[in-house]
């Protein structure tokens, strides 16, 4: 129980806590709105400009045919969603579409590939090149490939990544209602194997699963009990995609956003809270309230990944109206050096780690097959 009256509370909770319970994380949801926004924004001035908010953009590397199952997907490839797959993008288009992201204000680039983990080889060492090429554009760079082992994530590290992308999702007793193709632990691991760098992990989840709110408490204190704490920490509200087993899904209240927006700025009070899936369905009133509630980065572009997000423009528009500023790269930590292929320090291992593949059966997925509606 927090038993403090909420006008103490924002001065004990700026503190980085490692030891947040579901309890405690849960009192801190459900209190009222208000007292809520205050703390959230009390603790969110101390520790960050309240008008800074980084545009981030995120590239789709390689789309659609992946292995995995996770049930918001559409880029499964056993689910029936219509996205096109593509092959790995050039060096030279991956630098193209990052220097245009920064030409409109972006300073980090994401880049997504439709993979369940990274594998040693010429599309790796293709990444590798796109993460030179990136950070000689004075752009942070973050990647989100899947699992990865130590030596991969040492020479992300070395080609100059700042961060590297491992969302949790949901809870850990959530998770498997989603996934089947592999265990929240393989996340931890990647997350671990991220953290033996000095690459930042960007680590957070999506909201509209059908998780009940003990489950984003749960999500909440798994990042919260990391040590150190994600640098970055993106909230999704689930975009429900047609043919994916999501996809009667209602669409994410805003209050629950702006709940869940303000108690992850509480539990995480360093951490960059990122805007992400799901701001088409938010006004601009609504995302007003995230950004007073804590939330400080958002994701540019018509796409994200294969799901649509508002018009760079009208983004820039939003952040005039409401005196925003975007954040410049290397505001938190320092641009990390590039070191050339045939200069690296790292051998290619070749490893085939065992990320586990649970394969339990799941109720929504069953029902749905049995529909017709999914492919395996
Ligand atoms: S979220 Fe990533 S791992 Fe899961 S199905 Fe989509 S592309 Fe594959």
Not at 128 to 136: D, F, H, P, S
Not at 197 to 214: A, K, P
Not at 297 to 324: Q, R
Not at 345 to 353: D, H, V
Request: aromatic share 6%; charged share 25%; net charge negative.
């Amino acid at each position: 129980m927090l038993n403090t009256h909420y006008r103490d509370i924002s001065n004990f909770m700026s503190q980085v806590r490692h030891n947040w319970t579901k309890e405690e994380v849960l009192e801190i949801y459900n209190r009222p709105l208000m007292d809520l926004l205050y703390d959230a924004a009390t603790i969110h001035r101390k520790q960050h400009d309240p008008n800074v908010v980084q545009v981030s953009t995120l590239l789709s590397i390689k789309t659609g045919g992946c292995s995995e199952d996770c049930g918001y997907c559409p880029q499964a490839a056993r689910y029936h969603t219509g996205v096109e797959g593509n092959d790995l993008m050039t060096v030279n288009q991956v630098k193209a579409q990052a220097l245009r992201a920064k030409e409109s204000g972006s300073s980090r680039v994401c880049m997504g590939a439709a993979w369940r983990n990274v594998k040693d080889g010429p599309e790796f060492d293709q990444v590798l090149e796109m993460v030179r090429g990136i950070n000689k554009l004075d752009m942070e760079v973050c990647c989100t490939l899947g699992m990865v082992t130590e030596n991969q994530a040492q020479r992300l590290a070395e080609a100059g990544l700042y961060a590297y992308n491992h969302n949790l999702d949901s809870s850990e007793e959530y998770y498997k209602e989603v996934i089947s193709t592999r265990g929240y632990q393989d996340r931890l691991d990647t997350i671990d194997n991220v953290r033996k760098t000095n690459v930042t992990v960007c680590s957070g989840g999506i909201i509209g699963m059908g998780e009940n709110v003990e489950d984003r408490a749960g999500m909440l204190v798994a990042l919260s009990t990391l040590n150190p704490q994600p640098e970055s920490t993106p909230i999704n509200a689930l975009v429900a995609v047609e043919g994916t087993p999501l996809e009667e899904e209602k669409p994410v209240e805003i209050w629950d956003m702006i709940r869940m927006v303000a108690t992850t700025r509480i539990v995480l009070p360093e951490t960059q809270v990122r805007l992400s899936a799901g701001r088409t369905q938010m006004s601009r009133e609504g995302q007003a309230m995230c950004f007073f509630a804590g939330a400080n980065s958002i994701f540019a572009g018509d796409k994200l990944l294969t799901t649509p997000n508002p018009d760079v423009n009208e983004d820039m528009k939003m952040f005039k109206l409401l005196g925003l500023n975007p954040q410049k790269p290397f505001t938190k930590k320092v641009q990390p050096k590039t070191v050339e292929a045939a200069d690296s320090q790292f051998e290619t291992l070749g490893e085939k780690p065992r990320w586990t593949r649970p394969e339990h059966k799941i109720e929504r997925n069953e029902a749905a097959k049995a529909k017709g509606k999914l492919v395996k």
